[in-house]
C-alpha cells in the first residue's frame, strides 16, 4: 500500500491541499452550472429541450451544453462558461499581431498583465453581447420568463449572466494559482466529464428501444477506444533536435561542450487550435440561433442562422480551415524559430549538419512539417462526432461526447494534470504515477 501513487498522492501536503482545493472549486462550478438564473421558469425550460430532443432539434442547445456541462439548457447563472474569455483571448492574440502598438506594449515590463487586464475587459463586452441574445432567445420560448417587466428581465439577466461568467473565470485562475494548474482547461474538462454520464444512460436507453442498433453502438466504443489511444500517442509524440555546443572559457572555468536536443512534439499547439476554432466559432453560432428564434429576427438572419448549424457541413468546413490556422497561428507564437536560433546562437550552440546562419530556415522547414499533418489529425478527430451522427444515426448529445474535440480536450488536460502531479511527487522523492517511464506534459 506503500506504492500506492493514489495514496501517495495524498500523503504529500502540498499536493493534497492543491487537489482538495482543485475539488472544491469544481464542486462550486458544477454547483453554479443547475442554479436556473432569476425570472425564468426552470419547468417551461425543462419541458421545451426536452420536446426538441424528442424531435432531434436541439443541436444548437447540445453543441452549447458541450463546454460548460449542461448550464446552458439550465439557464443557469454559468451558462456562458468560458467561452466568453476565449475568444476575447483570440481577438487580442490576432490584435497583438496586427497592430505593432500593442505588441510594442506586450513587449514592455508589465506588458503582459496590461494585455491580461484589456482581455478581462473586453470579456465583459463580449458576455453583455451574448446575455442579450440569451434574453432575445428566452423571449422566443412560450411561458419561460415569468417577469411581467420585460426590460427589468433583460437588464437582470445580462447582469447575472456576464457577474457568471466572470466569476467561471476567476474559478479557472483560481485553480491555476492554488490548485493543480491549468484552470481554464480544466473547467472546460470538468463541464466535457459531466456530460458523460448523461450520454451513457441515454446511450443505453437509445439501444434498448432500438433507436440505436448494438452493432453500431459496439463500433462505436471500438472507435472511441482507438481515438483514445491515438490522440495519447499523438499527444506525447516529440521530434528531437540534436543541438551541440561548443566549449568556452569563462574566468578559470569551462562551461559548454554538450549535446542537448530541442524537443518539438509532433503536434506543437496542442489542443488550442480546437479550443480556439470552436470558442470562435460559438460566438457567432449563438448570436444567429438565438437572434434568429426571434419572430422580429430579419430574414437572412434566420437563413445565416439555419447555414452554420452545428452539424451542417459549412460549419465542419469552417471548423477544419480555423484549426489548420490557429494551428499555424499558435505554433508561431509560442515556438518562433527566430528566437529559437537567435538563442542557439547566443549561447554558441549548433545543430549538427545545419549552417549556423541556416539554423532559423531549418528550424522553421520542421515545424512546417510538423504542423500540418498535426493539424489535419485534429481537424479529422474534430469532424468524427459529425460523421458518427450522420453515418450510425447517433444524437448530437451522445456523439459530440463520443469523439471530436471533447476526447482530445479530456486526454490533453489529463496527461497535462498527471505530469504535474507527478513533477509533484519527484520533487518530495515519492514514486511517480507509473512505475516505467515517465509521463510526457504537452507543454515541453
Not at 184 to 192: N, R, W
Request: proline share 4%.
Amino acid at each position: 500500500m506503500a506504492s500506492n501513487p493514489i495514496v501517495n498522492m495524498f500523503r504529500v501536503k502540498e499536493l493534497r491541499s492543491r487537489l482538495l482545493f482543485t475539488f472544491v472549486i469544481l464542486a462550486v462550478f458544477r454547483l453554479g452550472s443547475v442554479l436556473t438564473m432569476p425570472g425564468i421558469d426552470a419547468n417551461v425550460l425543462l419541458s421545451y429541450f426536452d420536446e426538441l430532443a424528442k424531435q432531434n432539434k436541439n443541436a444548437f442547445a447540445s453543441y452549447m451544453d458541450f463546454f460548460v456541462g449542461g448550464a446552458f439548457s439550465n439557464f443557469s447563472i454559468f451558462m456562458l462558461g468560458v467561452m466568453p474569455y476565449i475568444s476575447m483571448q483570440i481577438i487580442m492574440q490576432l490584435a497583438v499581431i496586427i497592430f505593432p502598438s500593442l505588441k510594442r506594449v506586450a513587449e514592455e515590463d508589465g506588458g503582459q498583465r496590461k494585455i491580461a487586464m484589456w482581455t478581462r475587459i473586453g470579456t465583459i463586452f463580449v458576455c453583455l453581447l451574448q446575455s442579450y441574445a440569451v434574453t432575445v432567445y428566452a423571449s422566443s420560448i412560450p411561458g419561460c420568463i415569468v417577469l411581467d417587466n420585460k426590460v427589468a428581465f433583460k437588464l437582470l439577466t445580462m447582469l447575472t449572466v456576464t457577474t457568471g461568467s466572470m466569476v467561471t473565470v476567476w474559478l479557472g485562475d483560481q485553480i491555476t494559482a492554488n490548485g493543480i494548474g491549468n484552470g481554464i482547461s480544466v473547467m472546460i474538462t470538468a463541464g466535457i466529464v459531466a456530460r458523460w454520464p448523461n450520454a451513457v444512460v441515454e446511450l443505453i436507453q437509445k439501444i434498448s428501444t432500438g433507436d440505436i442498433q448494438l452493432v453500431f453502438a459496439i463500433i462505436v466504443l471500438f472507435m472511441f477506444v482507438g481515438i483514445i489511444a491515438l490522440v495519447v500517442y499523438e499527444e506525447t509524440g516529440e521530434r528531437k533536435i540534436p543541438v551541440h555546443y561548443a566549449k568556452r572559457v569563462v574566468g578559470r572555468r569551462m562551461y559548454g561542450g554538450q549535446n542537448t536536443y530541442i524537443p518539438f512534439k509532433i503536434n506543437p499547439s496542442n489542443v488550442i487550435p480546437l479550443i480556439f476554432a470552436s470558442s470562435l466559432l460559438t460566438f457567432p453560432v449563438q448570436l444567429l440561433t438565438m437572434l434568429g428564434n426571434s419572430q422580429n429576427s430579419a430574414r437572412w438572419v434566420s437563413k445565416l442562422s439555419a447555414f452554420l448549424t452545428p452539424n451542417g457541413l459549412w460549419y465542419n468546413i469552417l471548423l477544419v480551415v480555423l484549426i489548420i490556422f490557429f494551428a499555424y497561428f499558435y505554433t508561431q507564437v509560442t515556438l518562433n524559430p527566430t528566437e529559437i536560433a537567435k538563442n542557439i546562437r547566443e549561447n554558441g550552440g549548433s545543430i549538427p549538419g545545419v549552417r549556423t546562419d541556416k539554423t532559423e530556415e531549418y528550424l522553421q522547414k520542421i515545424l512546417n512539417r510538423l504542423i500540418l499533418p498535426g493539424s489535419l489529425f485534429l481537424a479529422v478527430i474534430a469532424i468524427i462526432p459529425t460523421l458518427i451522427e450522420d453515418l450510425f444515426k447517433f444524437p448530437q448529445s451522445i456523439s459530440m461526447l463520443m469523439g471530436g474535440t471533447s476526447l482530445i480536450i479530456v486526454v490533453g488536460v489529463a496527461l497535462d494534470t498527471m505530469s504535474q502531479v507527478e513533477a509533484l511527487l519527484k520533487m518530495h522523492h515519492q514514486d511517480g504515477l507509473v512505475s516505467k517511464g515517465k509521463i510526457r506534459s504537452r507543454s515541453l
